[in-house]
């Protein structure tokens, strides 16, 4: 049975730092992409970044480019999403979200399996 379980989110301020972090079990970690999507209140889930999964290559929206950074420990099974200059429009649940194919790494329906979620709150 596949776990997907977040943490690291919180309140901080705008120009702040959050690292969020999300611990995998369940099948061979490694074989998987590892994206992070959020949701905002009133607005569609949206896709943050993705991983692969050889953590060898990487891939972020437009919005988080240049202030957001995916990695991934393998060893460890976690996935880590570091988050720099905060906005206040970052401000929703972060989910954690494991994918099959590189190719569709920002796509929805590529992820099987996801978590809980963690809250970011942004304060201006």
């Known amino acids: 049975q596949v776990q997907l379980v977040e943490s690291g989110g919180g309140l901080v301020q705008a120009g702040g730092s959050l690292r969020l972090s999300c611990a995998a079990s369940?099948?061979?970690?490694?074989?998987?992409?590892m994206g992070w999507f959020r949701q905002a209140p009133g607005k569609e889930r949206e896709f943050v970044s993705a991983?692969?999964?050889?953590?060898?290559?990487?891939y972020y929206a437009d919005s988080v480019k240049g202030r957001f950074t995916i990695s991934r420990d393998n060893a460890k099974n976690t996935v880590y999403l570091q988050m720099n200059s905060l906005k206040s429009e970052d401000t929703a649940v972060y989910y954690c979200?494991?994918?099959?194919?590189?190719?569709?790494?920002?796509?929805?329906?590529?992820?099987?399996?996801w978590g809980q979620g963690t809250q970011v709150t942004v304060s201006s």
């Open positions: 979200e494991q994918g099959r194919h590189w190719y569709a790494n920002s796509w929805p329906q590529n992820y099987d399996y």
């Open positions: 369940g099948r061979t970690f490694s074989s998987y992409v």
């Open positions: 991983i692969s999964g050889s953590g060898g290559s990487t």
